[in-house]
């Protein structure tokens, strides 16, 4: 669970290849709403790259706001490092590659999507995943923002946002 919500594991139909998928579903009375669901929906569905968690689907009924993607066996980077059994398990290969994995996730936010970036604004540990080969993957785009690029002279003004460890 998060500021968003709750995530549950799910499994898709036949039809999709019983494919294991991490179901995001919006808490009414949590702290991210209606606002944050529907910018998240927005830039998910338009990001295509391997460091990006891929979106699924989603659903907007009602009261019933839910994101699906792709399910990240390994969970978040941040369980690793905090798990001495998990961490001392990842080579200096495989630790070298969640990095540049991350890099180039950020990357691609930040350049190669169309006329805009894209600034996270929420990037730490817990909001990187690792897939089935330790595969980093960028996740929660509540907090995220489009910006203009390929302007020398412009700036985005927002208010602080994210964990207090994490804020530059």
Known sequence: ?????????????EEWNRRTVAIKCLNQDGYQGNI??????DMVSSFHHPNIVTFI?????SDHMIIVYE???????DSHLQDPNKWRCITWTQRLRICLGAAKGL??????????????????SANILLDEILQAKI??????RFGTRNRPHTHLVTKAS???????
């Open 1 to 13: 669970d998060g500021g968003f919500g709750f995530v549950h594991i799910g499994q898709l139909s």
């Open 107 to 124: 990357k691609y936010l930040h350049s190669d999507i169309g006329k805009n970036t894209v600034i996270h604004g929420d990037v730490k």
């Open 36 to 41: 944050e669901f529907h910018n998240e929906l």
């Open 139 to 144: 996740s929660n785009f509540g907090l995220s």
């Open 162 to 168: 994210g964990k207090t460890f994490y804020l530059d």
């Open 57 to 61: 689907g989603y659903c907007d009924e």
């Open 71 to 77: 399910y990240a066996i390994h969970g978040s980077l």
